[in-house]
């Protein structure tokens, strides 16, 4: 990461609610929004009257690729993918039911710590972590000193973002279900992330 002169702030949010082919199964396909997707859209959007977005930038998955172009097209600025802010893979697990216990075993090692764990066919904790890292920093090194929305995945979000933040405490890791369309505001230089606000919970039934 080049040296920043001010922080970047990334306005960092789960994609708008979707649809799945195969609804309730594991998955790494990106689906698509639901009409209650966009309109979660439209509600950020009008969250954000009064600030000065530079750009839109997302996941390379379906989900969130819409929400970042209805979004971009709303505010007037560009929409752009990134790889690296996809959801963690399902890998071999696709296609089991999404209660399935052996992914959430597997996301449970990762918030306790074990980044050596991963599904089967899939990434481990440290390939995830440092892959999300790199993405946030490109868009950072882009945006010093201005303010972008990007549009990720709930779970990625939850491990990541309290893990890197140089401010991150116990209870924020603990709040890891995110609601759809509902920003963590993080500002990005160069010595390190800072959590402005989060918007977890711990409570299942807000996603």
Same mark, same amino acid.
């Given at each position: 990461?080049?040296d920043?002169q001010?922080?970047?702030?990334?306005?960092v949010? $789960?994609?708008?609610?979707?649809e799945?082919?195969?609804p309730g199964? #594991? *998955?790494?396909?990106g689906?698509?929004l639901?009409?209650?997707g966009r309109q979660q859209?439209h509600?950020?959007?009008?969250?954000?009257? %009064?600030?000065?977005?530079?750009a839109?930038w997302s996941s390379?998955m379906?989900?969130?690729?819409? *929400?970042a172009?209805?979004?971009?097209? +709303?505010?007037?600025?560009?929409?752009r993918?990134l790889? %690296? #802010?996809?959801? =963690?893979s399902?890998?071999? #697990?696709? %296609?089991v039911?999404?209660?399935?216990p $052996?992914?959430?075993?597997? =996301?449970d090692r990762?918030?306790?710590?074990?980044?050596d764990?991963?599904?089967p066919g899939g990434?481990?904790g440290h390939t +995830?972590v440092?892959?999300y890292r790199?993405?946030?920093?490109t868009?950072?090194?882009?945006?010093r000193?201005?303010?972008v929305?990007? =549009?990720?995945h709930g779970?990625v979000m939850s491990?990541?973002?309290p $893990?890197l933040?140089?401010?991150s $405490?116990?209870d924020l890791?603990?709040?890891? =279900?995110l609601p759809n369309c509902?920003p963590?505001?993080?500002a990005v230089?160069a010595?390190?992330?800072?959590?402005r606000?989060?918007?977890? *919970?711990?409570?299942?039934?807000v996603?």
């Amino acid at each position: 990461m080049s040296d920043l002169q001010c922080p970047a702030t990334l306005l960092v949010s $789960r994609h708008g609610d979707a649809e799945y082919a195969r609804p309730g199964i #594991l *998955s790494d396909d990106g689906g698509w929004l639901s009409d209650a997707g966009r309109q979660q859209v439209h509600e950020l959007v009008e969250s954000l009257c %009064g600030v000065r977005v530079a750009a839109v930038w997302s996941s390379t998955m379906d989900r969130a690729v819409e *929400s970042a172009v209805l979004a971009a097209d +709303l505010l007037g600025v560009p929409a752009r993918s990134l790889d %690296g #802010l996809q959801e =963690f893979s399902v890998g071999e #697990l696709a %296609g089991v039911s999404y209660h399935d216990p $052996r992914a959430q075993a597997v =996301f449970d090692r990762w918030l306790l710590g074990d980044l050596d764990a991963g599904c089967p066919g899939g990434e481990d904790g440290h390939t +995830l972590v440092t892959r999300y890292r790199e993405a946030v920093e490109t868009i950072a090194d882009q945006h010093r000193g201005e303010t972008v929305l990007v =549009f990720s995945h709930g779970g990625v979000m939850s491990l990541v973002l309290p $893990r890197l933040a140089l401010n991150s $405490r116990d209870d924020l890791a603990a709040q890891r =279900f995110l609601p759809n369309c509902v920003p963590a505001e993080l500002a990005v230089d160069a010595d390190g992330w800072l959590l402005r606000s989060w918007p977890g *919970s711990t409570d299942p039934g807000v996603v």
